[in-house]
């Protein structure tokens, strides 16, 4: 397949495909033309890169994760000892979105302590941000 049907096949841009490319985490084949061709593992292979990426794992991260991306996501990451690397990669993941998440906490609070009425506020969807600020 050519990369225009595998970006429609997973969602990602034309762009992004050439970029995992560059990143070594896709290989494609090339015609004599010089189009790039895919394999039909290829989809799974994006979407797992995709679905990592969205989880908050680097591009660097998602590297060491190249002798799995064929498979499931689940087994993907599940923990085996031969691979003792990744589940690290997994772990730094994990306190550096714990530290992320303690600092958001903090922030909330300390506006929440300066503007105590916003602590159960919930916007509302239906209004735009100057609505919403100008009470309409």
Do not use: K
């Amino acid at each position: 397949m050519l990369i225009g049907e595998l970006a429609g096949l997973t969602g990602a841009t034309t762009r992004a495909l050439r970029f995992y490319e560059e990143q070594g985490l896709i290989t494609p084949e090339r015609t004599d033309a010089g189009y790039r061709t895919y394999g039909p593992e290829s989809p799974r292979r994006v979407r797992n890169i995709l679905d990592l990426l969205a989880s908050g794992f680097t591009v660097e991260d998602v590297r060491s994760f190249l002798p799995y991306l064929g498979g499931e996501i689940p087994q993907v990451l599940g923990y085996h000892p031969r691979c003792d690397g990744d589940y690290e990669v997994g772990a730094r993941r994990i306190a550096a979105l714990n530290e992320r998440i303690a600092t958001l906490t903090r922030l909330r609070d300390q506006l929440v302590t300066r503007m105590p009425w916003l602590a159960d506020h919930e916007p509302d969807p239906t209004r735009s941000g100057d609505q919403a600020r100008r009470g309409a």
